[in-house]
């Protein structure tokens, strides 16, 4: 098929699905969902990202406050963390995302526990600044050893004007311990990612040269950035850069602690996982310190070798030497891994709907497997998170942002992919359609993906996922039984 009719042939499936939508909001969505143009020349192709969702259409998109407590300082685990608010909030006060880290939880580490200001109709009317007080106060009383405490904001909290800030002076103050005010109330916006960098502006006010310690330093001396340590995911990127010989000073922020944080400043590379969230702290420590930082994707062997290459090249021979002979070691098991797997999901087809950087960084890995990507798209990308994933998609692949649940099920249902990963939101109707699904936000309780350890794990929840013979059990939509079904087969 030509390059002309691949693209006109996702466009006319595009038209099909957005044609039940009233005019003005098809032509609003039309703008979002386009087929894919790898050499990102065409202008028209391009795809409209980070604006405010449409009212009255659907979104499975997050808020402020879950990118700034959910995302980057739920894990930092020697810190408690405060929901400024109501409750009904707290879905990231009474829920991790797995995070793994290491201490003992409720004395030195607080990753699991749960913290919430719990706002009644009185604290609504006459505000919540002296309650926020006296809760420090009793959590500094209950967990000595706790190193801080942030404050994340609900909406409440911005719409009644409390005064976190002036609390967070006064007992910072009064304990001797950084309390950090966070305004990340969740109408702020457009999605979570302002939420990122809200979180990213609070680390940079009240943690930076004011919670820093003194330590020794190498010229080796890294950071490990936007990687949440789910499932492990931290340990086995760590591993790899210290086989490499190089020196992990912080993790920010999967099982980080407030002075990792504190003392990233003094690191001679800041390597950034996962971009969107973290990108301002590393351009605001390069503007600042001169730090340099790069871009890296431990998804599957082949992005793995590229990146440990790309990363050793800052450093002296010795890194670079190391380099090569780890990834001589590793690189026999990883090939066995992808004998093993690739048989049975060669030419699979994958549709991807994720939020932060995974739309595009595990797309590589999927390619390790034979298997080949037909749409993917953001929850809460930026321009430049679509710039970067244009040319790692075939021509005419479905590109969509911010996409609705109507969207997701009738592009599934056109392209019929053998495989989905999406978020947590998405994964129950999937399971309802009958089709093969793997939550690829938290690894759907599995896990590491990431690095060496992760590629085994990664190639065999994917095999385990697509060939499962559970799927033709499950009665589809429109048929009275599965056993029906199977019978007029």
């Given at each position: 098929?030509?390059?002309?009719?691949?693209?006109?042939?996702?466009?006319?499936?595009?038209?099909?699905?957005?044609?039940?939508?009233?005019?003005?909001?098809?032509?609003?969505?039309?703008?979002?969902?386009?087929?894919?143009?790898?050499?990102?020349?065409?202008?028209?192709?391009?795809?409209?990202?980070?604006?405010?969702?449409?009212?009255?259409?659907?979104?499975?998109?997050?808020?402020?406050?879950?990118?700034?407590?959910?995302?980057?300082?739920?894990?930092?685990?020697?810190?408690?963390?405060?929901?400024?608010g109501p409750v009904g909030c707290g879905a990231y006060s009474n829920w991790s995302r797995r995070n793994?880290?290491?201490?003992?939880?409720?004395?030195?580490?607080?990753?699991?526990?749960?913290?919430?200001?719990?706002?009644?109709?009185?604290?609504?009317?006459?505000?919540?600044?002296?309650?926020?007080?006296?809760?420090?106060?009793?959590?500094?009383?209950?967990?000595?050893?706790?190193?801080?405490?942030?404050?994340?904001?609900?909406?409440?909290?911005?719409?009644?004007?409390?005064?976190?800030?002036?609390?967070?002076?006064?007992?910072?103050?009064?304990?001797?311990?950084?309390?950090?005010?966070?305004?990340?109330?969740?109408?702020?916006?457009?999605?979570?990612?302002?939420?990122?960098?809200?979180?990213?502006?609070?680390?940079?006010?009240?943690?930076?040269?004011?919670?820093?310690?003194?330590?020794?330093?190498?010229?080796?001396?890294?950071?490990?950035?936007?990687?949440?340590?789910?499932?492990?995911?931290?340990?086995?990127?760590?591993?790899?850069?210290?086989?490499?010989?190089?020196?992990?000073?912080?993790?920010?922020?999967?099982?980080?602690?407030?002075?990792?944080?504190?003392?990233?400043?003094?690191?001679?590379?800041?390597?950034?996982?996962?971009?969107?969230?973290?990108?301002?702290?590393?351009?605001?420590?390069?503007?600042?310190?001169?730090?340099?930082?790069?871009?890296?994707?431990?998804?599957?062997?082949?992005?793995?070798?590229?990146?440990?290459?790309?990363?050793?090249?800052?450093?002296?021979?010795?890194?670079?030497?190391?380099?090569?002979?780890?990834?001589?070691?590793?690189?026999?098991?990883?090939?066995?891994?992808?004998?093993?797997?690739?048989?049975?999901?060669?030419?699979?087809?994958?549709?991807?709907?994720?939020?932060?950087?995974?739309?595009?960084?595990?797309?590589?890995?999927?390619?390790?497997?034979?298997?080949?990507?037909?749409?993917?798209?953001?929850?809460?990308?930026?321009?430049?998170?679509?710039?970067?994933?244009?040319?790692?998609?075939?021509?005419?692949?479905?590109?969509?942002?911010?996409?609705?649940?109507?969207?997701?099920?009738?592009?599934?249902?056109?392209?019929?992919?053998?495989?989905?990963?999406?978020?947590?939101?998405?994964?129950?109707?999937?399971?309802?359609?009958?089709?093969?699904?793997?939550?690829?936000?938290?690894?759907?309780?599995?896990?590491?993906?990431?690095?060496?350890?992760?590629?085994?794990?990664?190639?065999?929840?994917?095999?385990?996922?697509?060939?499962?013979?559970?799927?033709?059990?499950?009665?589809?939509?429109?048929?009275?039984?599965?056993?029906?079904?199977?019978?007029?087969?």
């Open positions: 098929m030509s390059t002309s009719s691949k693209i006109n042939q996702t466009q006319k499936l595009i038209d099909e699905v957005l044609e039940v939508y009233p005019e003005k909001t098809r032509k609003d969505r039309a703008k979002h969902i386009k087929p894919n143009d790898p050499t990102s020349d065409c202008s028209s192709c391009a795809v409209k990202s980070n604006v405010k969702s449409r009212p009255g259409v659907m979104t499975v998109r997050g808020c402020a406050y879950a990118g700034s407590k959910g995302v980057v300082w739920g894990p930092v685990k020697d810190m408690i963390h405060i929901s400024h793994y880290y290491n201490g003992e939880t409720g004395v030195d580490s607080f990753g699991t526990m749960h913290f919430t200001s719990d706002f009644q109709e009185r604290d609504i009317v006459y505000g919540g600044d002296k309650k926020l007080g006296t809760i420090i106060d009793e959590l500094d009383g209950l967990f000595p050893l706790a190193k801080g405490v942030s404050i994340q904001s609900e909406c409440p909290v911005g719409l009644i004007g409390d005064d976190i800030e002036q609390v967070a002076k006064a007992k910072t103050v009064e304990h001797g311990k950084p309390i950090v005010p966070v305004r990340c109330e969740g109408f702020r916006g457009v999605s979570q990612s302002l939420g990122h960098h809200i979180a990213n502006d609070a680390i940079r006010d009240h943690v930076f040269e004011k919670a820093a310690t003194e330590i020794e330093t190498t010229p080796y001396d890294i950071t490990i950035i936007g990687d949440y340590n789910i499932g492990g995911d931290a340990w086995a990127s760590r591993r790899i850069l210290e086989e490499m010989g190089l020196r992990v000073i912080a993790q920010w922020t999967g099982d980080a602690t407030l002075a990792e944080l504190a003392n990233a400043p003094q690191a001679k590379l800041n390597l950034i996982h996962c971009y969107r969230s973290m990108n301002y702290i590393c351009r605001y420590m390069e503007d600042t310190w001169g730090i340099p930082w790069e871009e890296y994707n431990f998804f599957g062997p082949t992005k793995i070798y590229q990146s440990i290459r790309s990363i050793a090249a800052h450093f002296d021979e010795t890194i670079k030497a190391n380099a090569e002979a780890l990834i001589e070691r590793m690189k026999p098991e990883m090939d066995a891994i992808i004998a093993q797997y690739r048989p049975a999901l060669e030419g699979k087809t994958v549709m991807l709907y994720v939020g932060g950087l995974r739309p595009r960084h595990v797309i590589g890995a999927y390619e390790d497997l034979g298997m080949e990507i037909i749409a993917a798209g953001y929850e809460f990308g930026h321009n430049d998170e679509y710039k970067r994933t244009y040319p790692l998609l075939p021509e005419g692949a479905v590109i969509m942002d911010d996409a609705t649940p109507y969207e997701l099920e009738e592009i599934t249902k056109a392209l019929k992919p053998d495989l989905v990963g999406s978020g947590v939101k998405e994964k129950y109707a999937y399971h309802k359609m009958g089709v093969p699904f793997r939550q690829m936000h938290s690894w759907d309780y599995s896990g590491p993906y990431h690095g060496f350890d992760g590629f085994s794990v990664f190639a065999r929840d994917m095999d385990m996922t697509v060939n499962s013979p559970v799927w033709g059990l499950i009665r589809k939509p429109g048929t009275a039984s599965a056993a029906a079904e199977r019978a007029a087969s």
